[in-house]
């Protein structure tokens, strides 16, 4: 094995998740993939075996905590990158109806390669920008969740994600120390948008000081059809 992915099972198990023997596997398959490729492309800065079964497996299903059961539900998960938190919890949960988006296409080639390793059934990849999938009939109010890792500002992530949710949906953003500020900052784009009151959850990564926030807005309200707007304007000039 690529690590001792038997870390990361106890660890999951802090959080009440329980990863079987085939599970742990694919999650040593996924690391493995993830180094080689890592060789050639930036997937990662996180380059240690140990603490990518903390800063990205880990952090993903942390996610579980706040979703709950996903078999039989659709997620979408935006900017997602090498994957993160998507692949992660589709491991966990394989009857997950799954979109994988990324604008860039190479990371698409990548997440690719996964999901054809792993054997992943119902997962479908699209190098495109959220904006864009916000507008299109096939993805537009579509996901029981819509969720992305929050490297830019929660206002804009609100646009990115709400469009996406289903009525009574849910958007989930995984945020840093400055989660409540940022909700707090986001509280007219996330009305504006369709949102309900955002509930923030911390999680605690072993080895890691600071805690991560889990920040959770339920779809109650259409979307205007306005929103999102174009590429690039939610993060210019956020609602």
């Not at 309900?196 to 205007?224: D, F, N, W």
């Amino acid at each position: 094995m690529t690590g001792d992915v038997s870390f990361l099972a106890d660890e999951a198990s802090r959080f009440h998740i329980s990863l079987s023997d085939t599970q742990l596997a694919q999650f040593d398959a996924y690391l493995a993939l993830l180094l080689a490729w890592n060789e050639r492309m930036n997937l990662t800065a996180v380059r240690d075996p140990h603490a990518i079964q903390i800063r990205h497996f880990l952090d993903s299903l942390s996610c579980a905590t706040v979703t709950g059961e996903l078999n039989g539900r659709s997620l979408i998960d935006i900017g997602t990158g090498a994957g993160f938190p998507g692949l992660p919890l589709k491991i966990l949960y394989p009857d997950l109806q799954l979109t994988l988006a990324d604008s860039v296409a190479k990371k698409t080639t990548f997440l690719a390669a996964v999901v054809a390793e792993l054997g992943l059934k119902h997962v479908t990849i699209v190098a495109e920008r959220a904006e864009i999938m916000g507008q299109q009939p096939a993805h537009r109010q579509h996901y029981d969740w819509a969720v992305a890792r929050g490297v830019v500002e929660m206002r804009a992530l609100a646009e990115y994600l709400l469009p996406l949710c289903k009525m009574g949906g849910h958007m989930l953003a995984q945020k840093g120390e400055s989660a409540a500020r940022e909700t707090e900052a986001a509280h007219h784009a996330v009305q504006t948008l369709g949102g309900g009151r955002a509930i923030i959850q911390s999680i605690q990564l072993p080895e890691v000081e600071m805690p991560h926030y889990l920040v959770v807005v339920e779809k109650i309200g259409e979307t205007p059809a306005a929103y999102p707007r174009k590429p690039g304007m939610p993060g210019k000039r956020p609602l």
